[in-house]
């Protein structure tokens, strides 16, 4: 076992007993879950104690949407009737409370779901600047409805509102930055909002509890602790939540929606799972392409839905490909995430390790084999990720998103062929495409662009830059997010309009002069 540097090590495990609602840190005396990390501290492997949480239910749910409900007061609140320049203000209070958190949120992301260093240091960066150019780009919305337009005789000033209670519910692998891509837009336009934490990364939120209380509203964020079953559902079952707004699994979402009792009004904002493909041209630049397909399929050790989960290959430089590929897979550093150069860490999730040997076990009971000679080690924490091929479309690796450091390889002859193979999938969020001749690549572009939403030309998929849509066709996401998407998926157009006569021109010109309504404005933002 290598030695964990000082400034990484845990003394003090985190016992997180408080739950933010109503504006208030409220103390918890109730059942708690010890939070573990798969990596350990021992000489001897044993996963390490980070703390605990509440285990929350029924009753803190219920307490969570009153609290919630209570300050979008039927659109009356305080927050949702703000003017655009104070929530602004509130928002750049937090986000500077958030920065001085940058060291202890980084160390929690590494022993929480054992993301590398680097990449926890640019997680909580990105999401830092994701939230800046969330607040420009809400300037920049509001300056451009800072008008009235007049067609037919009739006035309108057009702006967006909000939509009311937001459940937000994040994901691990990005437990910070894809939860935020879904809570600040979200709060940001108005609403307010219901949160939890996913089941791992969960305690890095802690230390922005308090940022939260000090710098909204009450009642504006809620943040709660346990099972999304035990606190989610309760609060879907009222039908008093507006928006639902989810990045995970698709049965999640449709267990959820289901509830919801009235769920024709109930505004889904969704990124799913999904099954990303590399298609391999016989003219692929070799060595760019076993280097992006190296980051497409195992950056964070495939646990993103943007991985590159099942890999095409013409017949023709199938040989190559695999030979180099599976070297650069055993090539690969796995060790703890603070580790230098280090590509491969620790699982988060005790079980997956014999999820994937389940896999493995499937596909080569169906003809597949490893191709790689360190495929299928397996260490405490870990298995080393399995090149399998040839995959056939009866195995689960096909099937299923794996979500984690195993690789099917298919091989084909004819281009229809993994065309046909992701119009029958049920996912459609990104593809890689490795070529170079234009007339060969014209027409696939044109026809990749109508199975999903993201086509990324001798690239592997990814979400970023994060003001680009992000989003995905049939199971993959419902809703788009980006930096401009965003604010519109949580909020609606909706305006005041009046007939151009001289009682209407001279109250309008009055509610602007008076400045009484933080709606009708035509102040300028700069």
Known sequence: MSVIPQEFKIVNPIDQRQYLVGGELKPWSGAVTEVYSTISSEESYAPTLLGSIPDMGEAEANEALQAALSAYDKGKGAWPTMKVRDRIECMEKFVRQMESKREEIVKLLMWE?????????????????????????????????????????????????PLGVVLCLGPYNYPLNETFALLIPAIIMGNTTIFKPAKHGVLLITPLLEAFQNSFPKGVVNILFGRGRAVAA???????????????????????????????RLRLVLGLEAKN????????????????????????????????????????????????????????????????GVKLTPLPEPGKPDYIQELIDDALAKGAKILNEKGGQRFDNFIWPAVLYPVTKDMRVYQE?????????????????????????????????????VYTLAPLIDTLANLVCRVNLNSSCQRGPDVYPFTGRKDSAQSTLSVHDAL????????????DNTLNNETVEKLLDTKASNFISTDYLL
């Open 488 to 499: 519109r998926s949580f909020s609606i157009r909706t305006f005041v309009a009046f007939k």
């Open 277 to 340: 493909p590399a298609i391999i041209l016989p003219d692929a630049d070799m060595d760019l392409t076993v280097q992006e397909c190296i980051a497409g399929t195992l950056s964070f050790n495939g646990q993103r839905c943007t991985a590159l989960k099942v890999v095409y290959v013409q017949e023709e430089v199938k040989e190559e490909f695999l030979k180099r590929f599976t070297r650069a897979v055993d090539a690969l550093k796995f060790g703890n995430p603070w580790e230098e």
């Open 401 to 437: 998103e794996q979500f984690g450091p195993i690789i099917p390889i298919r091989s084909f002859e004819e281009i229809e062929e993994p065309l046909d193979e992701m119009a029958e999938s049920n996912y459609g969020q990104q593809v890689s495409l490795f070529g170079k001749d």
């Open 234 to 264: 309760p609060i879907m079952k009222t039908g008093k939540v507006d928006v639902l707004a989810l990045i995970g699994n698709s049965k999640s979402a449709n267990a959820l929606q289901d509830q919801h009792p009235k769920s024709n």
């Open 113 to 161: 779901i054992g993301k590398s260093l680097p990449d926890s240091q640019k997680e909580f960066d990105r999401t830092v600047e994701y939230i800046y150019d969330t607040l420009e780009d809400y300037r920049q919305l509001d300056r451009n409805s800072a008008k009235f337009q007049k067609h037919d005789g009739v006035y309108a000033h057009i702006r967006r509102g």
